[in-house]
């Protein structure tokens, strides 16, 4: 229990410009006595005298075992592990007499109190450290009773079992780097104890660095003047920190904050009103985002002077949403009723998802540019005015068909990327969606940035940067004109291990300023600059290509609808070249919209004379744009009046770009305007039987899902040997979503035929979710293959469930700690045999829980490349001490329930009076779900375990460790 105790005696620092400590000084540990004894108490007092214009007050301070820090009375700081200090970071702090009291008590065994204490004067930082000239009493004794205490030693040498929690972190060496030739890595600042793990930074005109915590103050760091020297870190700013977007518009500093929007989130601006380089005037100018890493992201100042923004799919928009948003008419689009992630991510997460919005600089309205993003991180424009970003789906989802990998983005004007929640994301080639520049491999989007910004040589400076976080590394993208749009090639620019990338940008001097850290883990502060030889002062070319010029002419009818003819758009709609015609199309809506309602635009003809017009074109020079338009914003009759016209451009192009555009033509006569009368759902199931299957694959995946929505018993015969004789399971899977709702058409046979590919589908292997999304297909099948259905398949899940093997049980070693690793850490990296490695990771059930390649189920973070962004300590202390360092991606929760058995896992939904959790996967259960009146109380803890290694011996853990820790195919 903490105890409160009153201050009786003190010792007085007077700090004075005259006045300075050794800087060779290190803190001693101290306590009251030689034997400590349970429950005994130590206060330590201490006086300070601030001078005026002092920056900064920092303490950092760790007891054996726990302490309260006051100031002058109010309790400013507590702590609990000897091996962490806690921080008190103080900026401006009043001048004159301070009265600082640690209020310390040991629970059991050795106690120790250790501290530093740092006060940054006008004429430098004066330090004190805890030691033999301090003075302690106990409880009940008065101020002359004060004595001097037990000394147990420097921290770096300590007569006791502690480890020196001063010891300077160092991230990163620039030796476990790997950098192209003509380049060179230099670390400027490896984050100490306080200053948090790293999540976002930009620099300002004069090269210092300006960057954020995850969940920390924003900080400035001014790099050394000579290389060896030490950085300068100054809290930059005591209230407004948690920001994944950092930019700076003149002296202006703009902040992406990550919160609830009731409290800071949303977008901040800092002003220097008096030039004193202190940023005294803070506003917020938007309340958005939701306090998760899924809310309001990277910013940057556009070609037009505009703020550019991403948000992820959690987060709530900014106000006011300005009606001339180029991206508009969203919808799901979804033919199929969806099946909602098993685990409960983004469950009722709906379209328009992530968003890429632009502002004014004052922030008095917002435009929606594009959407159908899930969660981009950073974004920027090239040199000639093109934007990109980098998203990534759930990993959670690998190994199911809608699972999409990494995708590095051209961001269009009214642009749609088809991000949608659960099972039903679109098709990556939509033909009413935008393509990836490149679809890339595994990988955690972190900083975006173009090398034009660079003093780097071609090909560099024409190169967008791009940071993976998972795979600790840095990626140059090649940009390849391909039209109105691009596409791209990734090559390695900067790889390490841990190299946990988060974001960088380029100074005022053209190199790159890089910070890692992210959940936790140890930051670092990165310089990377052109040493080679060749010219690097070049400047980026900014002449813009003919087609992108077009394509933006076409783009200035998305806001307004009379800033082009009909004729233009006509025009646009049959170009050869997609993105002008995608341009086109979202032009042709805005316009159809205006003229419904009354507004002056591009068409002044009847509403059903232009639609006529429009399906009137050739089918493969506009017809199908202009029938994916007449489908998004026609009202009923125009788009079941243009069914028959559909028939006839099925007829007149039938090649695979057709098929395409045919599927999602009838898809979205289904999402928008069904359900059909009976004859028209006759014609479309005629237009379709004769070349269901086709062979393409994107095409079928949705006449499929026509076809069972129309209930066509055909579609069972044409499907199941597509799933029986798939090479992919995602392919098995695809056709079995579909065939779930399938209800009519059913026999014998068939049942059979399909049980036997769900048996299948329980073997297969992926992200978290899969199993779950497997259960929930076979669940849909239960209720419409007949009457006798479910027990046919529980029947044969408790056949397979006899027949499994279970784990063996291993003997118990010891209790470990992170502590007992201290010395041992190199054997994670080095003398590793991955054989045993990769047999320890599943022996000890790792892999019931975690997924490194291609083993395992990731139910917890996905392990793939974990070397790339955690040190060997690190990794350890997520294996040893779980509690540390959560993402909220996985924060779970035990739940108790009066006298039944309580259960933990992680939360997936709370809704009609039940939580729903996942529990541990190794009991079988997928979902468990508890009546909120049973429920006695609720604990956040983490679902996995304490203790789960402690059969293992140490080489074993650091064999699995390792194994893990090996990169992959990247």
């Given at each position: ?38 429950g ?7 006086d ?47 001048p004159?007499?301070?009265r ?7 629970e ?13 004067t ?18 009940g ?20 079992p ?87 518009v ?36 938007a ?45 799901e ?28 600089l004052d ?17 920027d ?24 990998s ?11 990327y ?16 935008r ?45 390849e004109?391909?039209?109105a ?6 090559h ?19 190199e790159?300023?890089?910070t890692?850290g992210?959940?936790g ?15 690097s ?41 997609p ?19 009354g ?38 009759a ?11 451009m ?7 770009t ?12 289904l ?86 590919a ?21 669940s849909?099948?239960?209720k ?22 279970e ?54 973070p ?5 070397g ?16 540390r ?17 309580p ?19 190794r ?48």
């Open positions: 229990m903490k105890t409160t105790h009153r201050i009786l005696t003190a010792l007085t620092i007077f700090v004075s410009t005259s006045m300075c400590f050794a800087a060779e000084d290190s803190p001693r540990w101290i306590w009251i006595s030689d034997a400590p004894e349970a005994e108490q130590a206060i330590f007092d201490v300070l005298e601030i001078p005026p214009g002092s920056k900064s007050l920092v303490i950092r301070a760790v007891v054996d075992n726990e302490f309260v820090l006051r100031l002058d009375g109010e309790e400013v700081l507590r702590g609990n592990d000897w091996s962490s200090p806690s921080v008190l970071d103080l900026s401006d702090p009043d004159g007499r301070r600082l009291s640690f209020e310390c008590r040991n059991s065994g050795p106690a120790g109190l250790a501290a530093i204490i740092e006060v940054e006008p004429a430098g930082v004066v330090r004190k450290v805890s030691g033999s000239d301090w003075l302690v009493r106990s409880d004794e008065v101020t002359a009773d004060a004595r001097a205490p037990i000394d147990f030693g420097s921290t770096e040498a300590p007569d006791g502690w480890n020196d929690p001063f010891e300077e972190k160092i991230a990163t060496p620039v030796e476990a780097i790997i950098v192209p030739e003509g380049f060179e890595v230099e670390l400027l600042h490896s984050a100490q104890p306080g200053e948090g793990s790293w999540s976002s930074m930009t620099v300002d005109d004069e090269g210092r660095v300006i960057l954020s915590a995850q969940y920390g103050p924003l900080r400035r760091i001014t790099p050394a003047d000579s290389p060896g020297g030490r950085a300068r870190v100054e809290r930059l700013h005591d209230t407004v920190g948690r920001a994944q977007g950092l930019l700076l003149g002296d202006d500093l703009y902040a992406s904050v990550v919160d609830d929007p009731e409290r800071s989130g949303g977008l901040w601006r800092l002003r220097d009103a008096d030039g004193d380089d202190v940023f005294e005037v803070t506003e917020r100018l309340a958005y985002g939701n306090g998760s890493e899924h809310g309001p992201h990277g910013l940057v100042l556009g070609p037009d002077g505009m703020i550019w923004t991403v948000i992820g799919n959690y987060s709530r928009h900014p106000q006011p949403i300005l009606a001339s948003s180029a991206h508009a008419n969203w919808a689009d979804t033919v199929l009723e969806r099946i909602w992630d098993p685990r409960g991510h983004a469950v009722g997460k709906r379209s328009p998802g992530g968003l890429v919005l632009r502002t004014d922030a008095t309205g917002w435009e929606i540019v594009a959407g159908g993003f899930r969660n981009p991180y950073d974004l424009f090239t040199a000639d005015g093109e934007l990109f970003t980098y998203d990534a789906d759930m990993e959670w989802d690998i190994g199911a068909p809608w699972y999409r990494p995708r590095f983005i051209h961001v269009v004007s009214g642009g749609e088809g991000w949608r929640g659960g099972s039903v994301k679109w098709p990556v080639d939509s033909p009413d969606a393509p990836a520049a490149l679809e890339m491999d595994a990988g955690s989007p972190t900083g975006v940035a173009s090398g034009h910004r660079s003093n780097f040589p071609e090909p560099w400076k024409s190169r967008m940067f791009l940071g993976d976080w998972a795979y600790g590394r840095v990626l140059a993208v090649d940009l004109a391909d039209g749009s691009h596409v791209a090639t990734a390695p620019f900067l790889q390490g291990r841990p190299f946990n990338v988060t974001d960088f940008a380029f100074g005022p001097d053209g790159m300023y890089l890692t992210g959940r883990s140890q930051s670092g502060l990165y310089r990377v600059r052109w040493v080679g030889s060749g010219s002062d070049v400047e980026a070319s900014k002449e813009v290509a003919p087609a992108i010029l077009r394509r933006r002419a076409m783009e200035e009818s998305h806001r307004d609808a009379s800033a082009l003819d009909q004729e233009e758009l006509f025009d646009g709609l049959g170009d050869a070249d993105a002008i015609r995608y341009a086109a199309r979202v032009g042709v809506e805005r316009a159809l919209l205006a003229a419904r309602d507004e002056t635009g591009a068409f002044t003809e009847s509403d059903d004379d232009v639609v006529e017009a429009l399906l009137d074109l050739p089918a493969d020079a506009g017809g199908w744009e202009s029938a994916i338009a007449v489908m998004r914003v026609g009202d009923r125009e788009a079941i009046g243009g069914v028959t016209r559909i028939q006839e099925a007829d007149e192009d039938d090649s695979e057709g098929r395409r555009h045919l599927a999602r033509v009838l898809g979205l006569l999402t928008r305007h069904g359900p059909l009368e009976p004859d028209v759902r006759t014609q479309v199931i005629e237009l379709i039987e004769p070349i269901y299957p086709t062979g393409i694959y994107d095409t079928d995946r949705v006449l499929v899902e026509v076809l069972v929505a129309l209930d066509d018993p055909s579609v069972i015969e044409s499907t199941l040997p597509l799933i029986e004789g798939a090479d992919r399971q995602e392919t098995a899977i695809l056709f079995l979503h579909a065939l779930r709702l399938q209800r009519s058409g059913w026999d014998d046979e068939s049942r059979s035929r399909v049980m036997s769900l048996d299948r589908a329980k073997s297969y292997s992926g992200g978290a979710s899969l199993p779950g999304f497997v259960a929930a297909i076979r849909d099948f239960a419409n293959l007949g009457p006798t259905a479910a027990d046919d398949l529980a029947a044969r899940e408790a056949a397979m469930k006899e027949a499994a093997v784990a063996d049980v291993r003997a118990f070693v010891r209790a470990w700690s992170v502590d007992d690793f201290s010395t041992h850490l190199a054997r994670v990296h080095a003398g590793r045999d991955h054989a045993r490695g990769a047999r320890m990771f599943e022996e000890l059930q790792c892999a019931a829980c975690h997924k490194v390649g291609d083993v395992g189920i990731a139910y917890g996905d392990l793939t490349g974990v790339g962004r955690f040190s060997a300590h690190d990794l350890l202390v997520a294996i040893i001490d779980p509690e360092d959560l993402s909220d991606q996985y924060a779970g929760v035990l739940v108790e329930r009066g006298d039944a058995d259960v933990i896992g992680l939360p997936i939904s709370e809704e009609g009076g039940v939580l729903a959790v996942a529990p541990d996967p009991t079988g259960a997928l979902r468990v779900e508890i009546p909120l009146g049973e429920i006695t109380s609720r604990t956040p803890v983490t679902p996995m375990a304490a203790g789960l290694v402690d059969t293992a011996s140490m080489d074993e853990i650091s064999w699995a460790a390792g194994w893990a820790a090996v990169p992959r195919g990247v």
